[in-house]
């Protein structure tokens, strides 16, 4: 790493993990951190701690109609479907059921998950439509490797890091921020709504 003298850092600075995610892995960040003088964040107390890495701020704008594409009928398919979406539903996984499609499925959380403090959740999103679908893992895999088992040219998967322990109020911040992103980099609108907000699912206090 460059060295930084400490006149053009600051130092000592803490975050309570709903502000920042590392760059490698994109989970958050929890602890100490410095800032550069050009607007670069790293992890530790100052530039001479051991192991630090590169972490990123979170931004990201409200959500609102106006944030999607200005097209009536878009606009009026969202409206329609924000007004509509408590009463959505999807069917749920049977092994009876046609595997062509994805079904919906509820994810299980172990013990080992909530020791590591988070999971993993995988969704899928119509392509034509903002209707998503909460899948597991291996609906994920068949739909990212295009298996002709099943319509994959009909849902876009994604996958999404979900905070499991830790101060409520925090773990409610963290996975709010992370849905944001997804929204905004993904063009995922509306999957807010699919969660229905509840961004403490499956939190566990410490």
Not at 19 to 48: H, R, V
Not at 101 to 109: A, E, G, K, R, S
Not at 147 to 171: H, S
């Amino acid at each position: 790493m460059s060295y930084y003298p400490l006149s053009q850092v600051k130092i000592n600075l803490y975050t309570d993990g709903s502000e920042f995610i590392k760059k490698s892995d994109k989970l958050p960040y929890i602890g100490f951190y410095w800032q550069t003088s050009s607007g670069k964040f790293y992890s530790g107390k100052t530039p001479n701690d051991s192991n630090t890495i590169e972490i990123i701020r979170i931004l990201f704008a409200p959500l609102d109609l106006n944030a999607f594409p200005q097209n009536k009928d878009n606009k009026a398919q969202l409206t329609t479907i924000l007004n509509s979406f408590e009463a959505e539903q999807y069917p749920k996984y049977s092994p009876e059921l046609s595997r062509t499609q994805p079904l919906y499925i509820l994810p299980t959380v172990t013990d080992q998950n909530y020791q590591q403090g988070y999971f993993t959740r995988y969704f899928c999103k119509k392509t034509n439509e903002f209707t998503y679908l909460e899948i597991d893992k291996d609906t994920y895999d068949k739909l990212k490797k295009k298996d002709p088992k099943i319509l994959y040219q009909l849902y876009k998967p994604f996958e999404l890091k979900w905070q499991l322990v830790g101060d409520k109020e925090m773990v409610y911040k963290i996975n709010k921020n992370l849905v944001d992103i997804v929204i905004r980099d993904q063009q995922m609108y509306l999957f807010n709504k699919y969660l229905k907000e509840n961004y403490t699912q499956f939190w566990k206090s410490n």
